[in-house]
């Protein structure tokens, strides 16, 4: 009973090793993202960027201080503040992450070339990286703190307003003082370029991994068209009972969830075996289960 015992034991330390290792690799991957994404192409840009990074750039064009270090600076008082709501774990690793990202930024992301062609090209691609960069931190449930510790504080004074809201204002008022203390007036159309990018990329590879497309089909031959389904893409499907609304005739609602690609050879196949089949076509953001690959 003993040696069982210490066996589970060490699965669960070998687990939690390999987990926190995994958790370590993203950080280190998404730090050197967004480290190329701030110091070699949105503050060799000279535009304003979002967060503790957009104040950050402020302060090192004004003062010369080391953005990474200012990032640290910025986010201890905040992240001392909201300890109680963001609770102990995910502030230790924020902390974590923040340090290697800020080391990166100050010491790693000199050492590659600036960008010095168009500041739209950069905006591009800082939106690019640092969307990749932050889904990766994200995704193992951690973050860069700055501007995310403020969101959580905002919320518990605010309940009613939204965190896509508080994120915004957040965003919008680093942009438009970075803007203003500078005079650059395009710098701000750039930051909310690339602000608009990051919140697009984060959310197509956080949710795009696990993404697809969900069909239902309403017609009087389920069992032929799950078969079909099946035939053509060796996806498997839900008969689902139904009924119409206007004649009240029995009805069977098949639904099948897929990638794209398979999509649309179900949809070719269904429309081409059953005329007379009612389709309705929707986005999946997150698909979980046999089939679909989850990280």
Known sequence: MKFKKRIKINTITYEKL???????????IGSILIALAVHNFALAAGFPMTGFSGIAIILNRFFNIPVGTSTILLNIPVALLCCRLIGTAFLIRSFRCMIISSLFIDYLAPLLPFYEGPRL????????????????????NS??????????????????????????????????????????????LYGLIVTYLLAVVV???????????????????????????????NRGSTI????GGYRMEDKQTVMVV?????????????????????????EAHEIHGKGFSVI
């Open 240 to 243: 689902l009972k139904s009924q």
């Open 143 to 188: 973050s860069t703190g700055g501007a995310d510790f403020l969101i959580m504080a905002f919320k518990s004074k605010k309940p009613h307003l939204r965190l896509g809201t508080i994120a915004f204002l957040i965003d919008l008022g680093i942009i438009l003082a970075g803007g203003l203390l500078f005079r650059d007036f395009d710098g701000i």
């Open 18 to 28: 390999t987990a926190v290792g995994t958790d370590i690799l993203f950080e280190i």
């Open 203 to 233: 959310d197509k590879v956080f949710y795009g991994i696990n993404s697809g497309k969900i069909a239902f089909i309403v017609t009087n031959h389920g069992e032929e068209i799950c078969r079909l389904i099946e035939e053509c893409s």
């Open 258 to 282: 897929s990638n794209s690609k398979q999509m649309y050879r179900i949809l070719q196949e269904v429309t081409h075996n059953d005329k007379e089949a009612f389709i309705i076509l929707m």
């Open 121 to 140: 090209l950069a905006a591009l691609v800082t939106g690019i990286l640092g969307g990749i960069g932050y889904a990766l931190i994200y995704m193992r």
